[in-house]
């Protein structure tokens, strides 16, 4: 099984910056994709950045230019940069997985979410 623990949410004035971290452990084997998905009260859960095993990436228009993902492949860690943060960026930030297990093959797996608010 593979479990993904998400950590650097919180409370942040507009501008402000914080930096999202997503490890993934247990018998992995390969991680393919890793991205971070958000979804507000009310919204449906949206992709905010992506990144492959060969560091190609994806954003959303709404964080172009504003947030940058990056990963770590030897910690099995993603994480999000996220710059001048506006009120409308407020949600549950969650990190999703690609990975190969000897024992399930190709799976998604899903961080708990971490809140992220955005208010002055």
């Known amino acids: 099984q593979v479990q993904l623990v998400e950590s650097g949410g919180g409370l942040v004035q507009p501008g402000g910056s914080l930096r999202l971290s997503c490890a993934a452990s247990g018998s992995i084997f390969s991680i393919n994709f890793m991205g971070w998905y958000r979804q507000a009260a009310g919204k449906q859960r949206e992709l905010v950045a992506a990144?492959?095993?060969?560091?190609?990436?994806n954003y959303a228009d709404s964080v172009k230019g504003r947030f940058t993902i990056s990963r770590d492949n030897a910690k099995n860690t993603v994480y999000l940069q996220m710059n001048s943060l506006k009120p409308e960026d407020t949600a549950v930030y969650y990190c999703k997985v690609s990975a190969y297990t000897v024992v399930s093959g190709w799976g998604d797996y899903w961080g708990q979410g971490t809140q992220v608010t955005v208010s002055s």
């Open positions: 990144i492959t095993s060969g560091g190609s990436t």
